[in-house]
């Protein structure tokens, strides 16, 4: 990942090549949903290309990261190269003021990561910074919907929604299409499990705070006022022995418009959106003129129509029958539109990119030791080329090759002797200067020097 470009003979006799050096010392900031996989999907390139790490992790749940500096510690890593530093805005303010600071990472809401992005390129920092998300699934007539409903109701209430990844919109093509998911759609919510992060059976667990919990419920009752259909309320679940918990049920709406608040916002909960579209072009026109394009997905067994909507959809991460479609390590992960603020994504070749900056070298050596006098045997002869050795007009020193300990085995200088009449010059001649030429010609009758 930190290779640089190397180009032979650019010129002639010129090389010309690239290396990435670590940019000093970078910051993430990170949420609160995924506490260790996001801060090391930015500490992992940043450490690994030579930087030096500050971490400021969510102030909603801080103790993975800070284990994550102790683990870092047992591995050995020398104290100071990953650091953690809790705190609210106050400490983001500093981290991107600081101009030890040379590059930041974030990951968080739209409207704080554009702020973060414009803040810190004004204080002349780098900055890669991903926002909210409204990810669509588009399912088509001749989709599996059983593989559909099951990739559904994960992706839509799987860590109670709290993930940017999340499938919130479903977009069924066709009457009959909507009406055969929203049947299966309800039959597997009934069945969901809902309990505290110690029940090993449970799907998805409780919302992060009680806000969190109301704010969902406000979108819900939004939804119902607008107009929607509220298939499942999941509003009013209640949680024995967990009475005062922040769980909300799973909530599934059918015939939602563009139009929506529910639709055009990101809910960042347990709720689920079916709008129904009439044709394939109207339902490839929703993820791409909406406000976000983090990820979305189509289901279909049909390769031409996921070939032409994998080029045309504008989404950054696009999966063929894949709800969520993260992808492996070496691919980069980002979103396009609201969802992302920067030039360069998440891990990947592009994570190196950012955490690096280029340095390119242009070189190129005159003559060396390899050349010899022409007409001169292979191998008698070894020209050293001395540029500046202070003895005035004397700009070359060639050396006969003699066995080791020969009395005469060291340099012999000859003089270069300015003007078209410079020849052959014998010992004791005059020179201008006034000193005598001390050399004398080599033993194949001509001068080392042209």
Same mark, same amino acid.
């Given at each position: 990942?930190?290779?640089?470009?190397?180009?032979?003979?650019?010129?002639?006799?010129?090389?010309?090549?690239?290396?990435?050096?670590?940019?000093?010392?970078?910051?993430?900031?990170?949420?609160?949903?995924?506490?260790?996989?996001?801060?090391?999907?930015?500490?992992?390139?940043?450490?690994?290309?030579?930087?030096?790490?500050?971490?400021?992790?969510?102030?909603?749940?801080?103790?993975?990261?800070?284990?994550?500096?102790?683990?870092?510690?047992?591995?050995?890593?020398?104290?100071?190269?990953?650091?953690?530093?809790?705190?609210?805005?106050?400490?983001?303010?500093?981290?991107?003021?600081?101009?030890?600071?040379?590059?930041?990472?974030?990951?968080?809401?739209?409207?704080?990561?554009?702020?973060?992005?414009?803040?810190?390129?004004?204080?002349?920092?780098?900055?890669?910074?991903?926002?909210?998300?409204?990810?669509?699934?588009?399912?088509?007539?001749?989709?599996?919907?059983?593989?559909?409903?099951?990739?559904?109701?994960?992706?839509?209430?799987?860590?109670?929604?709290?993930?940017?990844?999340?499938?919130?919109?479903?977009?069924?093509?066709?009457?009959?299409?909507?009406?055969?998911?929203?049947?299966?759609?309800?039959?597997?919510?009934?069945?969901?499990?809902?309990?505290?992060?110690?029940?090993?059976?449970?799907?998805?667990?409780?919302?992060?705070?009680?806000?969190?919990?109301?704010?969902?419920?406000?979108?819900?009752?939004?939804?119902?006022?607008?107009?929607?259909?509220?298939?499942?309320?999941?509003?009013?679940?209640?949680?024995?022995?967990?009475?005062?918990?922040?769980?909300?049920?799973?909530?599934?709406?059918?015939?939602?418009?563009?139009?929506?608040?529910?639709?055009?916002?990101?809910?960042?909960?347990?709720?689920?959106?079916?709008?129904?579209?009439?044709?394939?072009?109207?339902?490839?026109?929703?993820?791409?003129?909406?406000?976000?394009?983090?990820?979305?997905?189509?289901?279909?067994?049909?390769?031409?129509?996921?070939?032409?909507?994998?080029?045309?959809?504008?989404?950054?991460?696009?999966?063929?029958?894949?709800?969520?479609?993260?992808?492996?390590?070496?691919?980069?992960?980002?979103?396009?539109?609201?969802?992302?603020?920067?030039?360069?994504?998440?891990?990947?070749?592009?994570?190196?990119?950012?955490?690096?900056?280029?340095?390119?070298?242009?070189? !190129?050596?005159?003559?060396?030791?390899?050349?010899? =006098? &022409?007409?001169? +045997? %292979?191998? #008698? $002869? *070894?020209?050293?080329?001395?540029?500046?050795?202070?003895?005035?007009?004397?700009?070359?020193? !060639?050396?006969?090759?003699?066995?080791?300990?020969? =009395? &005469?085995?060291? +340099? %012999?200088? #000859? $003089? *270069?002797?300015?003007?078209?009449?410079?020849?052959?010059?014998?010992?004791?001649?005059?020179?201008?200067?006034?000193?005598?030429?001390?050399?004398?010609?080599?033993?194949?009758? %001509?001068?080392? $020097?042209?």
């Amino acid at each position: 990942m930190l290779k640089g470009e190397f180009t032979d003979s650019a010129g002639t006799g010129i090389d010309v090549y690239s290396m990435r050096q670590p940019l000093g010392v970078v910051a993430g900031i990170t949420p609160f949903n995924f506490p260790a996989m996001i801060p090391l999907w930015k500490a992992g390139p940043a450490l690994a290309s030579g930087n030096a790490f500050v971490l400021k992790p969510s102030e909603r749940d801080p103790s993975v990261p800070l284990r994550l500096a102790e683990l870092f510690l047992e591995a050995g890593l020398p104290a100071g190269v990953f650091n953690v530093v809790n705190g609210d805005k106050e400490s983001v303010d500093v981290l991107l003021e600081d101009p030890r600071i040379k590059a930041v990472g974030f990951v968080g809401s739209t409207p704080i990561a554009q702020d973060i992005y414009e803040t810190a390129a004004k204080n002349g920092k780098r900055a890669q910074c991903f926002g909210g998300a409204k990810n669509h699934a588009i399912i088509m007539p001749d989709a599996d919907m059983d593989q559909v409903a099951d990739a559904l109701v994960g992706a839509a209430y799987g860590a109670a929604g709290e993930r940017c990844m999340a499938l919130s919109v479903a977009v069924p093509v066709g009457e009959e299409t909507a009406d055969r998911l929203v049947a299966k759609l309800t039959e597997r919510i009934a069945d969901l499990r809902v309990g505290p992060g110690t029940d090993e059976k449970a799907d998805f667990g409780p919302l992060v705070t009680a806000a969190a919990r109301d704010r969902v419920h406000g979108y819900i009752a939004k939804g119902v006022e607008e107009g929607a259909e509220l298939v499942v309320d999941g509003r009013d679940f209640v949680l024995a022995g967990h009475e005062n918990g922040f769980f909300s049920g799973p909530t599934l709406f059918d015939k939602v418009t563009p139009g929506m608040s529910i639709y055009l916002e990101e809910i960042f909960g347990p709720v689920l959106t079916v709008v129904r579209a009439a044709d394939y072009e109207e339902a490839l026109r929703l993820p791409t003129e909406h406000e976000y394009g983090n990820g979305v997905a189509i289901f279909t067994r049909d390769g031409d129509t996921a070939r032409d909507f994998t080029r045309r959809v504008e989404v950054g991460m696009v999966g063929v029958n894949v709800p969520i479609p993260v992808p492996i390590a070496y691919y980069t992960f980002g979103g396009w539109k609201a969802s992302g603020f920067g030039d360069l994504n998440q891990h990947g070749p592009d994570a190196f990119r950012f955490y690096t900056k280029t340095k390119t070298v242009t070189q !190129r050596f005159p003559s060396g030791v390899k050349e010899r =006098p &022409r007409g001169c +045997p %292979r191998g #008698r $002869h *070894r020209p050293l080329r001395h540029p500046d050795h202070g003895l005035g007009g004397i700009d070359n020193v !060639r050396t006969h090759r003699r066995r080791p300990g020969h =009395p &005469r085995h060291r +340099p %012999r200088l #000859r $003089h *270069r002797v300015p003007g078209p009449e410079r020849g052959r010059m014998g010992s004791g001649e005059a020179l201008p200067g006034g000193r005598a030429a001390q050399g004398r010609s080599t033993r194949h009758g %001509r001068n080392l $020097h042209p």
